[in-house]
């Protein structure tokens, strides 16, 4: 065998070995059966959202993948960039949907921008995908629309209490030996300017 058969050999392993890492880090989720306390989440979608495991509402299986199911009620909606869903039992998850998305709520075909504050959503989360995937109907899982989920903003820390907390180790004392140094240096040069005269 030559070397370039061994240089193939092991470029097709690396390739290989990457997929499946690429595939795991990928996951949502891993299920052991169709029930909530059976699904273990990712640390990607822990770090996102802490509170997902608790708003699971069941766990189906369509065409060999497992989807969790989530109920949610619209909160804020940007102006359609970005909604707020308000998770039933488990805090809020904020979706970044492309402009052109169209959803079914209550059975009528709704564009984001029309999404109200109250309307409520059921969308799902497959095990291969971190995605909102809404369908168009509870009975066909096959046609799902899939919006992105981004994470919540860090909530604002309040420094007023970190600066308060601060020791207060500046003083004046540097002030008063930078004005002495500069009168010594104006003395120098008014004697300089004397001599030369």
């Given at each position: ?79 359609g960039k970005r909604i ?108 300089l300017f004397r001599v030369?005269?």
């Open positions: 065998m030559n070397i370039k058969y061994y240089v193939g050999l092991m470029a097709l392993f690396s390739c290989a070995g990457s997929a499946m890492a690429q595939t795991s880090v990928d996951r949502s989720f891993t299920a052991d059966s169709d029930d909530c306390s059976s699904v273990h989440w990712s640390e990607k979608s822990l770090q996102m959202y802490p509170t997902i495991g608790s708003a699971c509402q069941s766990v189906q299986t369509r065409e060999g993948k497992r989807y969790v199911k989530f109920s949610g009620v619209m909160k804020k909606n940007e102006g707020t869903v308000d998770f039933k039992d488990g805090g809020e998850i904020v979706l970044a949907p492309p402009p052109e998305t169209t959803l079914y709520v209550d059975g009528r075909k709704t564009t984001i921008a029309q999404l109200r504050k109250g309307d409520e959503l059921n969308f799902y989360i497959a095990e291969d995908r971190l995605a909102a995937q809404i369908p168009e109907t509870e009975t066909q899982l096959t046609h799902m629309t899939i919006v992105p989920i981004v994470a919540q903003a860090a909530p604002a820390e309040d420094t007023s209490s970190m600066t308060a907390a601060l020791p207060h180790t500046a003083s004046s004392t540097p002030m008063f030996l930078l004005a002495g140094f500069a009168a010594f240096a104006l003395a120098g040069a008014l004697r030369r005269r």
